[in-house]
């Protein structure tokens, strides 16, 4: 029987929390105010002036081409990368959840990818696809496959996607794993005593009870490559060749800390912010209402 915990004063439960609140003001919403206040001002370079425009700052990047086109850049690679990212981690949990001869050792190789900063996992696929000393770089340039990624737009797009769905694979594994592994073996029994071959039985068992998982990992890897892939483009491509891997982020980035327009980046991050609250809001309205709790 559980022991229900009852504060008899109001203080304890306030100070309990305001390690967090305190944490959440001021990495959040200390930011994100700061961002929207900004977003409405024109102010020099260097900050020693400031004027107040409204809305023009938003007017100006809506309108803009190269943010459109980032804008582009950004939601095919979100979709490439969260999808390559759930199919692989979902193929090598149930692979990992078979029993195996060393399937603990697996496991582990597979969640290390995760603690490599985002950085570091692009200097290493660098290492692997560069045109010159790159070991599948110039193994495809042997076979007759012009590759630079350097020059094509195409090739870019393609390196970056590999490189931010890697480093997002052992997330998606880890909570794939648990969820296969908490699915009940008596109901898996029951469905193979009814004839339901191995393929059979993913498609209408386990991935239905997997839903939970994959719902709430397609909202965290769509916010991954929307928020978190920076690193990994600037390391690898720049944004180049020709802005062709230029995203939202690194416009932000390009913006504010190159140009040092400050306004008009601060107006491209609030935007951000508002496509990501919505395509959230937009999935748990349409993708939530076939998920199986």
Partial sequence: MQKKVFFRGRLLPLVLLAPQLAVTVVFFFWPAGQAILQSTMREDAFGFSREFVGLENFREVLEDPAWVNAALNSFVF?????????????????????????????RSLLIWPYAVAPAVAAVLWLFLFQPQVGLIGRGLNAIGIAWDYRLNGGQAMTLIVIAAAWKQLAYNFIFFLAGLQSIPASVLEAAAIDGARPTRRFWTVIFPLLSPTTFFLLVVNLTYAFFETFGIIHALTGGGPAKATETLIYKVYVDGVENLNLGQSSAQSVILMIIVIALTAIQFRAVEKKVHY
């Fill in 78 to 106: 979100s979709a490439l990368v969260a999808g390559l990212a759930l199919g692989l981690a979902l193929f090598l949990a149930v692979q990992a959840d078979k029993s195996l001869r060393g399937a603990t050792v697996y």
